[in-house]
């Protein structure tokens, strides 16, 4: 593949819906889409933290982006999905409303999320898609979840 083929390539991105709102995470990041499943509740868990999923032997946490992102519950349905990503070396099960499509993107449709003043936080967002689909916010996982909440997911084995 020559320099032209490879620019042409782009870059990739797993797209979702939470509240009518179109995100976007790098495909890299995502393990796999599974239909919701019933999660076993942790009691006194944070409400952002659904519980947790078995998953092919493994115990992975589900946390609600709805509740992390201070929308409002709601009950999954037949399009709820789970994306099992990587942060930080976990597997975590993020609870979407409905994933739409991979997109592939060059950079020139890639850009920096807008600048706010301080009393609004947009470090969710790593940078904005640009296409005939309209404006995708990329999300920075890293900035959603903090290393603290992370090192409090982190099963390893007993």
């Known amino acids: 593949m020559g320099a032209m083929e490879a620019s042409r390539a782009g870059v990739r991105f797993l797209t979702f819906f939470l509240e009518g709102e179109h995100y976007g995470i790098e495909i890299h990041r995502v393990k796999e889409i599974i239909a919701w499943i019933k999660v076993t509740k942790i009691p006194k868990a944070p409400a952002y933290i659904r519980g947790v999923m078995n998953l092919r032997g493994n115990i992975i946490p589900v946390l609600d982006l709805r509740a992390k992102f201070g929308l409002p519950f ?6 709820t999905s789970i994306v099992v990503v990587s942060i930080s070396g976990i597997s975590i099960g993020l609870v979407v409303d409905r994933v739409d499509e991979v997109i592939n993107t060059d950079k020139e449709h890639l850009f920096a999320p ?4 301080a009393k609004i936080d ?3 967002i790593s940078q904005m898609i640009q296409g005939d689909f309209g404006v995708v916010a990329v999300l920075s996982l890293e900035s959603i979840f903090s290393q603290e909440e992370l090192e409090k997911l982190d099963n390893a084995p007993l």
């Open 114 to 117: 807008p600048k706010f003043n």
């Open 122 to 124: 947009a470090s969710a």
């Open 74 to 79: 709601r009950e999954p349905d037949m399009q």
